[in-house]
């Protein structure tokens, strides 16, 4: 099972063939949500992205357990609270229940297991700052517990900096800290916020802190609680390598000894709004809820799978509607192929077809195994439909058990990418209004406009067909 898949390792930088620690079996984390705002595209991007490669993982076989974390204790949640004068708790659950219901809609959520959130987790958050402590990893500063980094040796394997590099990425400024690049485990409680209470044993003395957990740590802790000291996939937005994951590298090694904690890392490329990456921060970004006001989830999804996963993407209007217009003629050429005569007179034909399925499923496979190479994956499907529509269009009738074969075996490997999800292409039409509407394409290659336009008229007229000429080819529409 699942043999075959390669891919590409941030660790190791490089390709490598897939192999889960216990065979059969794929622990998959993916950093979550930080939830005091609703997501956007560039949150899309990250999610569809390894939405994908869960939806493979389960098509090749493997029992996946996925889970993303949802972040809802966080300095921006405290601030958003503020300033809208809310409880930061019920802030979180409401953007939390509003970034449900996108993911929802772009058919992310049923395929995550859990969603575990950070306040969940105090308590094992406590016992790995407790061992980090213990084991010289970390050192108390004002009621703050930091990461001593220069203890751990193998911080700059994720990122493959150099720790001068790191120096100036001054992050977390903070007075009497040992190292500047050293990172809060802890944060004191102050004045307003909310916080929590973790007992630790300090040279066998109970201490107890009163404050709140460091962003790192919310990720190992829930991990670690569910899939133990070392698991399979970690995935997430390239620029969480430095210094998120680096972090959670050196939490979970440091305390677990287990090398590596995470087997291989994923990373996915940014989305770009004019060149310049969408983010919160830039406020430039567009709000996923607002894109499906105006096209449908399987657009976004068909747009996100043009690009590979670990590529930058560019965002614009265009490029969305002109995903549609893809979108609409899968499924109006795959029409063409289900409207097709059923009969047992071309054997020859109904052959080659079932053919062309098994070679297209390999294509398809070889592709999503190429490190899930979704626009060569892609680029496999438009051909087949393609051929089918063009058998549709030469051959009077086809076995149903083949034709039936060829459906079944694209939409459910289409499935892996989340696209042909509805059963729009078993709208039916005429034998005669099929070929009418292959007939006018020909006209129109051959530039005879003229009378591409009559039978146009005609098919609305007569059959009650719209046509739309896409640069894909003809999609064609039963008037409501
Ligand atoms: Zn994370």
Known sequence: MGG????????????????????????????????????????????????????????????????????????????????????????????????????????????????????????????????????????????DVYYNVSKFEDYTNLSGMKLEELEKHRIEPKAGKKNPYDFALWKASKEGEPSWKISLDLNGKETILEGRPGWHIEDTAITHAIFGPQYDLHGGAIELIFPHHSNEIAQ??????????????????????????????LRNF??????????????????????????????????????GRKLSYLYAALGIFYNMREGASNKE??????????????????????????????????????????????????DAEAKTHALSSILKIADTLGIL???????????????????RERLRQDKKFGEADTIRERLKNEFKILLEDTEYGTVWYKEQ
């Open 4 to 143: 075959g898949l390669r891919l590409y390792n941030t660790l190791t930088r490089q390709l490598e063939e897939f192999q889960p620690l216990e065979t059969g079996k794929i622990r998959f984390f993916v950093c979550g949500q930080t939830v005091y705002d609703d997501a956007h595209l560039g949150h899309a991007k990250a999610y569809i992205n390894f939405d994908i490669v869960a939806r493979w993982l389960r098509h090749l076989g493997y029992t996946l357990h996925y889970i993303q974390n949802i972040t809802d204790i966080d300095d921006k949640i405290i601030i958003r609270a503020k300033e809208s004068h809310k409880d930061p708790t019920a802030l979180a659950r409401e953007f939390e229940s509003r970034f449900m219901e996108d993911m929802e809609k772009i058919g992310v959520k049923k395929n995550v297991d859990q969603y575990p959130r950070s306040h969940d987790y105090i308590d094992e958050i406590g016992f790995q700052i407790g061992l980090l402590l213990k084991k010289g990893y970390a050192y108390l500063l004002d009621g």
């Open 421 to 439: 999800t509805n059963e729009s292409y078993k709208t039916e039409i005429s034998t005669i209004a099929m070929h009418l509407i292959s007939y």
């Open 252 to 281: 979970a090694e440091a305390a677990f000894g287990k090398k590596p904690f995470v087997k291989y890392w994923l990373h996915a490329g940014v989305l770009n709004i004019k060149g310049v990456k969408m983010s919160k921060s």
């Open 349 to 398: 034909g109904s052959e080659q077809i079932k053919k062309e399925t098994t070679l297209f499923v390999d294509a398809f496979t070889k592709a999503m195994n190429d490190d899930f190479n979704t626009p060569q994956a892609l680029t496999e499907l438009t051909i087949m439909i393609n051929k089918l529509r063009e058998f549709a269009e030469t051959n009077n009738e086809i």
């Open 286 to 323: 567009i709000k996923i809820r607002d894109v499906l006001s105006s096209y449908p989830a399987e657009t976004l999804r068909l747009l996100i799978c043009s690009t590979h996963y670990r590529k930058e993407m560019d965002y614009d209007e265009n490029l969305i509607k002109n995903a």
